[in-house]
């Protein structure tokens, strides 16, 4: 565990894709978790491994309601990060963001616990300014079909500076950019998980528009050492950071190394883009580099090979679970 001392951390949203990862971290680095989560887009599944852990416990709950417990950090990832999901239910969506970060701020600031937020690059909307720094307002519709996410994590980003104002209470909040890896569900719906599936399946791949829009991956193992440096980072630096891999491809590009990486004969099709899909995306990683010390290790490559393994296992399993 280094030089860092055992600590009872909860990790809201712990369940997904992202907190399950945390999870592991944390257990690895000798400290007691406990998971909550209301399994509105995560499964027990991706912390069954855990469940008989000594140092790990699982709440069921949702974070629109009070909660209280015990804890010396919190870190607030409880909110469905993929389009398909949040813009299916999107009052919820902004219920969860907005109630989420009140309720958790609230125990924060009654066991004088560290918080950190899980906000995202989608603060920067579609941005026009590229790449996108720390500083840069955004340029969010909020009348549209994203509004739900883009402005519920706004909103919370400025209830954690306002519990910091007002309450004193210590905070931090990172912008994470697109990530993926192992965990990530079948139908989570992100171009990443989709293009995987289809490829292995050998049906179509879904480009929505003509392709030529971009973002930058950022393999999961990297995302976690960035989140946790940033919680064990200095007080006098709240963020927000970018946290995120400034290797910036197209969505067209992406879909072909995935095609080639799995060896699949899947064709193409192209269907239209969604509305206020961003065009670009790139973080600047300076203040991360240089606040925290962090760049992402993985490359694009090397993260596709591991996701593609942890998709094909998935697809043996369900065969295997078919015939027996
Ligand atoms: P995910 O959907 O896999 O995980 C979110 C988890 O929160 C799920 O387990 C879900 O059941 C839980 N949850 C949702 N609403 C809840 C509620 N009301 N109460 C309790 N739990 C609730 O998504 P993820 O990719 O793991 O993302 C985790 C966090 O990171 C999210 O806050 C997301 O906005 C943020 N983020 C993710 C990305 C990314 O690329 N994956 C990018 C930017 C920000
Ligand atoms: N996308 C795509 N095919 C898919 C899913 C997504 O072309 O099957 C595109 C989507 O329109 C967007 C990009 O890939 O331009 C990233 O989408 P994702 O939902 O993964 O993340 P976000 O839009 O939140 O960055």
Redesign the pocket.
């Known amino acids: 565990m280094g030089n860092l001392r055992r600590k009872r951390i909860l990790v809201a949203g712990g369940a997904g894709f992202i907190g399950s990862h945390l999870c592991d971290a944390l257990i690895r680095d000798g400290h007691d978790v406990i998971c909550l989560d209301n399994y509105y887009t995560g499964r027990k599944e991706n912390v069954y491994h855990l469940l008989n852990h000594p140092r790990f416990s699982l709440v069921e709950h949702d974070v629109e309601l009070p909660l209280e417990l015990d804890a010396e950090e919190i870190y607030d990832l409880a909110c469905p990060a993929?389009?398909?999901h949040y813009s299916r239910r999107p009052i919820q969506t902004l219920r969860t963001n907005v109630l989420g970060a009140l309720n958790l701020l609230e125990l924060a600031n009654r066991k004088q616990a560290k918080i950190l937020l899980a906000s995202t690059s989608?603060v920067y909307g579609d941005p026009e300014v590229h790449p996108q720094r720390e500083d840069y307002l955004g340029n969010v519709n909020p009348i549209g079909r994203r509004a739900c996410y883009d402005e519920g994590k706004r909103c919370a980003e400025t209830l954690f500076f306002d519990y910091r104002r007002e309450k004193g209470v210590n905070i931090r909040v990172v912008r994470i950019f697109?990530t993926y890896g192992p965990r990530m569900n079948n139908d989570d719906?992100?171009?990443?998980s989709?293009?995987i599936v289809q490829a292995l399946a050998g049906g179509d791949m879904?480009?929505?528009?003509d392709?030529s829009?971009t973002?930058s991956f950022c393999y999961i193992d990297d995302l976690i050492e960035g989140m946790v440096r940033m919680m064990n980072g200095a007080d006098d630096f709240p963020g927000p950071v970018n946290l995120g891999n400034p290797a910036e491809t197209t969505?067209l590009e992406l879909a072909s190394q995935v095609r080639a990486l799995t060896g699949s004969a899947s064709r193409f099709v192209f269907q239209p883009?969604?509305e206020d899909?961003?065009k670009r995306?790139r973080p600047d990683i300076k203040l991360a580099k240089e606040r925290l010390n962090w760049t992402p290790k993985t490359s694009l490559d090397e993260g596709l090979r591991s996701t593609i393994e942890f998709f094909r296992s998935q697809h043996v399993k369900e065969e295997y679970g078919k015939i027996t």
């Not at 719906?189 to 990443?192: K, P, Y």
């Not at 879904?206 to 528009?209: E, K, L, V």
Request: net charge positive; glycine share 12%; hydrophobic share 25%.
């Open positions: 993929s389009p398909v989608e697109n719906g992100r171009v990443i989709n293009l879904t480009i929505y528009g392709g829009q973002r969505i883009r969604p899909d961003p995306r």
